[in-house]
């Protein structure tokens, strides 16, 4: 492992020689992520993008992109745009970018599934903001805000998600 990896420990994560308090999937760890399990997947996720609510933050990277109003992420195994960003108008099953809470100002992309998703494989895994201490994720990996902000700050292209 290198010191731009995020390890994921019991207690903990571990990022560039800081531990920081975060929050996994109401389903544990697994391996053998299904859609709609709440489990975060075991294994090595590289970091493939960064999204930000511009009305809500300041761009946090020069590589992270703005969430419009219109942004979605489709979470329908049935359909071809399964765990890809998509806009809205959009008729099947998808999760909204652009949330009234604070969860999603910040979002660390991960390849999990991507680019060529396993239909059921479950969609997105994502670092974002946490609903709080202990609250689970739907199988994402969440901190607090600020500790968010300092890991986006410093994370890169080569950076790797690690769940053991």
């Given at each position: 492992?290198?010191?731009?990896?995020?390890?994921?420990?019991?207690?903990h994560l571990r990022f560039m020689n800081r531990r920081f308090a975060c929050?996994?999937?109401?389903?544990?760890?697994?391996?053998?992520?299904?859609?709609?399990?709440?489990?975060?997947?075991?294994?090595?996720?590289?970091?493939?993008?960064?999204?930000?609510?511009?009305?809500?933050?300041?761009?946090?990277?020069?590589?992270?992109?703005?969430?419009?109003?219109?942004?979605?992420?489709?979470?329908?195994?049935?359909?071809?745009?399964?765990?890809?960003?998509?806009?809205?108008?959009?008729?099947?099953?998808?999760?909204?970018l652009r949330r009234a809470d604070p969860m999603y100002d910040l979002v660390?992309?991960?390849?999990?599934?991507?680019?060529?998703?396993?239909?059921?494989?479950?969609?997105?895994?994502?670092?974002?903001?946490?609903?709080?201490?202990?609250?689970?994720?739907?199988?994402?990996?969440?901190?607090?805000?600020?500790?968010?902000?300092?890991?986006?700050?410093?994370?890169?292209?080569?950076?790797?998600?690690?769940?053991?």
């Amino acid at each position: 492992m290198k010191p731009t990896d995020l390890v994921l420990t019991p207690t903990h994560l571990r990022f560039m020689n800081r531990r920081f308090a975060c929050t996994i999937g109401r389903g544990g760890l697994t391996n053998r992520k299904r859609e709609g399990d709440g489990a975060t997947p075991c294994g090595t996720h590289r970091i493939v993008g960064m999204l930000y609510r511009p009305d809500r933050m300041a761009r946090p990277t020069d590589w992270a992109l703005p969430i419009r109003p219109v942004d979605l992420w489709s979470d329908d195994p049935g359909h071809e745009d399964y765990n890809l960003m998509v806009r809205a108008p959009y008729p099947y099953s998808h999760e909204r970018l652009r949330r009234a809470d604070p969860m999603y100002d910040l979002v660390i992309l991960t390849d999990w599934n991507w680019p060529y998703a396993v239909k059921g494989r479950g969609s997105a895994i994502f670092i974002h903001q946490w609903r709080g201490p202990g609250r689970p994720t739907a199988g994402c990996v969440a901190f607090r805000r600020d500790h968010l902000a300092w890991i986006a700050r410093h994370i890169r292209h080569e950076s790797r998600l690690v769940i053991a």
